[in-house]
């Protein structure tokens, strides 16, 4: 029998995913998987997981659990309340999680979405090519359902591995939220793109998994809000009658019938996903050239994060140490050397 993850306590939010399921959209399978990608990829690396590895995802709050067998589990996505059987733990960080205790993961601070990885991944049947949890049409995870009290998720085998930290935090980029136009674009007129790049948004508290909707700014599109539907891309910017932008996320629909006036860098849209509801944020136009190079940065960053784990409790000497000290004094030629 493989061992059981325990739901004892659930966030009302709480998923299984993985990555996501591809290249079924033509087909009208939204993709699903993870809002804050390069979160949920650090919690797999930090337990061992490779990238296919499924978690836990969960907004606001994550719950209590338990194992049946030792693992190792990862916190990630914000600064959340952690412990292990009332023992403060580190997000951000790997712990050892033995049969008997407690695992709760409380509030995140400052971020919307957090993943829990556990060592071995949650392996639940894969639907369509993925596990990863679509709650509008009930595909994948544990039922197509989000989890609650008294699941029990199997897992994969635990390899022998350390717990692991992060050297530094995984960078962000900061200011406003860079957009690529289109693919509508040309439905707006000059005064409804200085309302929508120079304007100020707060995010609504009906966000969801399918879409970030927007307060602030009314848009208006001059060439009218109805469209021959068409694709959806990851980070569509929809713009309906009522003048209120809708970002399109994770559990988007595969097609709309919205004008779209511009679409999200991928590298940006988890800081997007992250701004919790109530924040300020605006938005600034780029080229595609510019989303692209910023991509791949992210993909980069991301790539040293995880290659660069180090087990905890190994000596990190960080450059502006080793700037701070001197490593020269007390060396000697070999002609002061004792024979």
């Known amino acids: ?30 993709g699903s998987g993870p809002m804050d ?23 606001g709050f994550g ?3 338990e194992v049946t067998a030792p693992v190792r589990i990862a916190v990630t996505g914000g600064e959340a ?26 509030a995140l601070k400052d971020a919307v979405w957090g993943y829990i990885a556990v060592s071995g ?19 994948g995870g544990h039922e197509g359902r989000a989890l609650r009290e008294g699941d029990e998720l199997p897992l994969g085998e635990t390899a022998v591995g350390p717990c692991l930290r992060l050297r530094s935090p995984l960078p962000r980029a900061t200011g406003p939220i860079r957009v690529v136009p289109g693919p509508q674009d040309d439905f707006f007129d000059e005064a409804a793109w200085a309302a929508f790049a120079g304007g100020a948004f707060t995010v609504s508290a009906t966000r969801d998994r399918m879409a970030t909707a927007l307060e602030g700014q009314e848009i208006r599109a001059a060439k009218g809000h109805d469209i021959v539907s068409d694709g959806t891309p ?26 779209k006036i511009a679409t999200v860098a991928s590298a940006d849209l988890p800081r997007l996903a992250q701004t919790p509801s109530g924040a300020a944020l605006s938005f600034t136009k780029v080229s595609r050239e510019e989303a692209e190079d ?9 790539a040293l994060a995880i290659d660069t784990l180090a087990p905890k409790g190994s000596l990190q000497l960080s450059s502006e140490y080793l700037l701070s000290v001197n490593l020269i004094d007390g060396v000697v030629g070999p002609e002061a050397a004792e024979p």
Do not use: C
């Open 37 to 59: 990608p390069p979160a949920f990829a650090l919690a797999n690396a930090l337990v061992g997981n490779g990238p296919e590895a499924a978690g836990l995802e969960f907004a």
């Open 63 to 65: 719950g209590t659990f």
């Open 121 to 139: 991944g949650i392996e639940t049947p894969p639907v369509l090519g993925a596990r990863a949890t679509h709650l509008r049409t009930g595909l």
């Open 234 to 259: 990851l980070g569509s910017v929809q713009v309906p009658g009522s003048g209120r932008p809708i970002v399109l996320m994770a559990e988007r629909q595969t097609t709309g019938g919205y004008p």
């Open 294 to 302: 910023a991509a791949l940065a992210a993909r980069r960053a991301l």
């Open 81 to 106: 309340q952690l412990s292990r059987d009332g023992t403060a733990l580190a997000p951000w960080e790997s712990h050892d999680l033995a049969p008997g205790q407690v695992l709760s993961v409380g």
């Open 1 to 30: 029998m493989s061992a059981l993850l325990k739901i004892r306590r659930a966030s009302p939010m709480l998923t299984v995913q993985d990555r996501g399921r591809r290249g079924l959209l033509h087909a009208g399978v939204s």
